[in-house]
Structure formats: structure tokens, C-alpha cells
């Protein structure tokens, strides 16, 4: 397997590229990205120098990934969602020994036009909806819609909606079963 690179694209040397990922049109991946397995940047996708990407991370067209932002595997950037770096940002200012470390966990999804202020962490397999604005850290399966985020139910690992009966729920697509546990969302392993 190789990395498919399209030729308008620019990917600055030292820059790490795994296996089978997709650089697409008008891309630009700095030399310092470390990028895993099977991803893929759709049009327009900026890639910072200080940034660790998984494996199977799909990055929609109009995102900026800065510095200070790690993606684990199976995250998913839906269109033109936004990432900070700096907290409070002043043009007249340098403030890049500020940069806040944001960190979205396994199988997240962040949805289109959503943004992830800096300094956060994004549970594993949480949702964050088309629109939203994350400005605190978000447990693992959340459902956050609105602005500011507010965490609005649960989800399951295969991104359906969560309904519990008596602290417990099924996935309605894989019938995998989760549990509350003081006010945590857990997967219950057979």
C-alpha cells in the first residue's frame, strides 16, 4: 500500500504519512504532522506541525487541524469544523508558548461547522453536532448539540442514539449494551 498524494496538494518533508491515507486537492501537511494508517484529508485541509493524527481518521474539506491537537483513531472532522490553539487570541499579542492541548479521543465524531476550543478533551466515541461549540471537556459516548455544547444524551459506539431503561441501553444497529454508571456511560463486555 502506498500514500495517494494529489498533485496539488503540498506535504513538507519530515512530514509522517501512514500507509493507504488520501491527501486531496489544495492540502497542506507541515513536516512535523505525524499521521497514522487509512486517513484521509479531503480539499482544502491544513495540518499543523505539533500534531498527532491515528489510524482511519477522515478529515473533512475546510478544516484546520493547528498545533497542539491530537486525533486518535477513528476520529471523524465533519465539514469546515473548527479547532483553536490559543485561548484568547489578540493579533498584537504573540502567544504561541500558550498553545492549549486539545485531544479527541477514539471514534469521536465532531460535526460539520462544530468548534472544539482549545484546552479541551473529547471523550472516546462521543458526538458533538453540527453547529456546536465545545468549550469544556466532553465524557466518552456524550451527545453535545448547541451553543455552548450541552450534553444532550448518549451514544453508541456505531453512532446511534442511546435510549436507557433502568440504567441500561441497546444499540439499536449492533445490539451492543451500555450501562450508566454514575453518570458515565460504559459498554457492558460480555
Known amino acids: 500500500m502506498s500514500v495517494s498524494i494529489h498533485p496539488s496538494a503540498i506535504v513538507d518533508e519530515g512530514a509522517q504519512i501512514g500507509d493507504g491515507s488520501r491527501v486531496w486537492h489544495f492540502v497542506h501537511i507541515c513536516g512535523g504532522a505525524r499521521i497514522g494508517k487509512g486517513c484521509s484529508f479531503g480539499q482544502n485541509v491544513f495540518v499543523g506541525n505539533d500534531v498527532s493524527i491515528g489510524n482511519n481518521v477522515k478529515v473533512q474539506n475546510n478544516v484546520s487541524v493547528y498545533d497542539a491537537v491530537t486525533l486518535e ?22 502567544r504561541k508558548d500558550e498553545y492549549r492541548r486539545t485531544v479527541v479521543r477514539q471514534g469521536a465524531t465532531l460535526g460539520a461547522n462544530s468548534t472544539i476550543v482549545c484546552g479541551t478533551t473529547i471523550g472516546r466515541f462521543a458526538f458533538i453536532g453540527a453547529g456546536a461549540v465545545v468549550n469544556r471537556d466532553v465524557p466518552d459516548f456524550a451527545l453535545m448539540l448547541g451553543v455552548p455544547a450541552r450534553q444532550t444524551g448518549w451514544m453508541s459506539r456505531h453512532g446511534e442514539r442511546l435510549e436507557f431503561i433502568d440504567g441500561e441501553a441497546t444499540c439499536p444497529q449492533t445490539h451492543d449494551r451500555y450501562r450508566l454508571v454514575e453518570g458515565r456511560c460504559e459498554l457492558i463486555q460480555d
Open 73 to 94: 483513531d477513528d476520529v471523524f472532522c465533519g465539514p469546515s469544523m473548527v479547532f483553536t490553539n490559543v485561548y484568547n487570541p489578540r493579533s498584537a499579542v504573540t
